[in-house]
């Protein structure tokens, strides 16, 4: 059995990237225009990593009551206002303070407690069945993708756990477990795992009675992987860290080794997104495996997709956004906004551009916050 049991299906799936804060404000703002175009109740896979999972986690909470009405009119109130709330305190820094002085805690498990004092209560169990929430985060055993959702958990090299019981909460915590301060979340005897294809570590205990995870973004900062693999159409949003040249980086280990760590990720990032973009523009693919799809990110020039008629977005002004930190602290309202509207900016004109079959209707783009347009 290949692991995640599902093949390519004729289905839409949405990747929303990591990068703490910035990232959940920027997704923020590209799910207010799926919304209006119709198209987030159209999505049958939604997989996100580190802040994507900050977002998701709170979507997934409230899907049922969101959905119920058709016009997702409540959109702000059960999904925006409770992020940009949350987005306004400083959870870093107290985690890890807190945990230094408590002997029987952690940073991650400081997370934890803050998602679900917040934003979400809920248990994997509890999820929708459609769409499929995918919360992946790091391996730091196998070195793989661990992905948590209603129906399974686990990595390919130690196989599946069907059917986990765990908080949504932790699941976005081990996403968002940024090394070294929030890692490892770690998982004490979370049940049997079911071999899998390729499952060589499934009856080796020293991967399977504690298994500890680090940010998803470590692996696969796009959360890309098991939506490329499920969907035909793919839409991506990035908020990944813009990688700026340091003319004295820093000397002791740390500093050096979170320079590394920085370097190695805008790599990876870099060529899967590359990948991406090429796999898009190859187009049709003789053994039908053909994707369609749209990519937008924060270091996007809105002019790049060729539409007349998008929202102004002058570079030298999204460029500073490009470079707003990812840490999970006080992100000011005009921050906020402004990240809001670019994410909702760039949705827009990818969606309309490159996958106008999965719009509804033609509600014109108007700013979130026109106090705060970019142009």
């Known amino acids: 059995m290949p692991f995640g049991r599902e093949g390519l299906q004729d289905g839409i799936g949405l990747a929303l990237s990591g990068g703490g804060f910035r990232a959940a404000l920027f997704h923020l703002g590209a799910l207010r225009r799926l919304v209006e175009l119709g198209v987030l109740t159209k999505l049958d896979r939604i997989s996100s990593v580190s802040g994507g999972s900050i977002v998701t986690g709170r979507l997934a909470e409230v899907w049922e009551e969101l959905t119920a009405d058709p016009t997702v009119a409540n959109y ?154 499920r969907c035909r159409t793919v839409l991506v949003s990035d908020a990944g860290a813009h990688f700026q040249p340091d003319p004295k980086p820093g000397r002791d280990w740390l500093a050096q080794a979170m320079r590394s760590y920085d370097i190695v990720t805008d790599q990876s990032r870099g060529l899967r997104k590359r990948w991406l973009i090429e796999q898009f523009i190859a187009g049709a693919a003789e053994d039908g495996t053909a994707r369609t799809g749209t990519y937008w990110g924060l270091s996007t020039d809105i002019a790049n997709y060729g539409l007349g008629n998008t929202l102004p977005c002058k570079p030298e002004v999204t460029a500073e956004l490009a470079k707003l930190r990812t840490r999970l602290n006080h992100f000011t309202d005009r921050e906020q906004r402004m990240l809001i509207n670019f994410g909702y900016a760039l949705t827009d004109a990818a969606v309309r551009r490159h996958t106008p079959e999965i719009v509804e209707g033609q509600m014109p783009a108007i700013w979130p916050y026109p106090a705060y347009a970019l142009g």
């Open 76 to 229: 702000e109130r059960l999904v925006g206002d409770p992020i940009r709330s949350f987005c306004e305190r400083s959870i870093d820094i107290p985690a890890i303070l807190k945990a230094g002085a408590n002997p029987f805690s952690s940073a991650g498990l400081m997370l934890e407690k803050a998602y679900a004092e917040q934003l979400i209560t809920k248990s994997l169990d509890a999820l929708p069945d459609h769409p499929v929430f995918i919360f992946n985060a790091t391996n730091m055993q196998t070195g793989r993708n661990f992905r948590f959702s209603k129906r399974y958990m686990g990595d390919w090299r130690i196989g599946l756990l069907p059917d986990p019981l765990l908080p949504v909460a932790r699941a976005v915590a081990a996403s968002s477990a940024f090394p070294p301060y929030f890692s490892p979340i770690t998982l004490k005897d979370p049940g049997p795992f079911e071999a899998v294809e390729g499952a060589d570590l499934n009856n080796n205990p020293a991967y399977t009675r504690q298994i500890r995870l680090a940010d998803g973004g470590v692996y696969d900062n796009l959360g890309l992987e098991t939506v490329w693999k």
